[in-house]
């Protein structure tokens, strides 16, 4: 029986962001201001993207964990400090860029790159660690519906414009099936305009194959089977 992650969509959204930032680094001539800039604009939304994450288990995660486990919620809370300076230094490094001039602004494309790595390195490693510590002690002591409700109001705090970059990634991140499940679970749950601003999102992004796979899967699929 597949184990439940209650972290994978969202994780797999982010490791995906993360990869195509790292390429997109990898790539960009820092020497030319406008491949600089749309590097800069990637490595920002990353940054903003992992810190609204982190926040968000800070609030509504982490304090479930806490009345059984404080001393796992407190590990982790540390983790996301060190995240928090680690993507500081990254915002550093990325500011760098912004303020040098044509001859200077290669080196620092270098510099930001090896914090980037950092900054990948540290949340690769730290979402494995959620994905196996603290969803094993979500499953055990609460019930998938009490999680799914922390999960509803994550999705109901969230400023609907990084909901929308949230769900781009989400789309791009995860495999067919698991998106399949989440649309599901979505046309269950939210207004008809969410799901279809979802599908419509979902033609825009997905290579022209994959998107109608995905359509015929979705409406061969009962939305509460
Ligand atoms: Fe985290």
Not at 181 to 194: D, E, F, H, I
Not at 208 to 220: C, D, G, K, Q
């Amino acid at each position: 029986m597949k184990r439940t992650n209650f972290f994978l969509l969202i994780h797999q959204a982010l490791r995906r962001l993360l990869f195509d930032t790292a390429q997109l680094l990898q790539q960009t001539d820092f020497s030319n201001e406008d491949a600089a800039s749309a590097a800069l604009d990637a490595v920002r939304e990353t940054i903003l993207l992992f810190e609204t994450h982190a926040a968000h288990e800070d609030r509504y995660i982490l304090p479930a964990v806490a009345d059984y486990e404080p001393s796992v919620a407190d590990c982790f809370a540390r983790e996301h400090a060190e995240d928090h300076r680690i993507g500081c230094e990254l915002l550093a490094a990325a500011e760098a860029v912004t303020v040098a001039d044509a001859a200077a602004r290669a080196g620092c494309g270098v510099a930001l790159q090896q914090a980037y790595r950092s900054f990948l390195a540290f949340n690769l490693q730290h979402m494995d660690k959620e994905e196996r510590i603290l969803n094993d002690l979500l499953l055990r002591y609460y019930t998938v519906a009490q999680v799914m409700g922390m999960q509803f109001r994550i999705v109901q705090s969230t400023p609907p414009w990084i909901h929308d970059r949230i769900a781009h990634w989400m789309l791009l991140g995860n495999n067919e099936a698991d998106t399949v499940q989440w649309l599901k679970t979505v046309a269950a749950g939210a207004p008809q305009l969410t799901y279809d601003t979802l599908l419509q999102k979902a033609e825009a992004l997905l290579p022209p194959a994959r998107w109608a796979s995905l359509r015929r899967r979705l409406e061969i699929t009962p939305v509460f089977a």
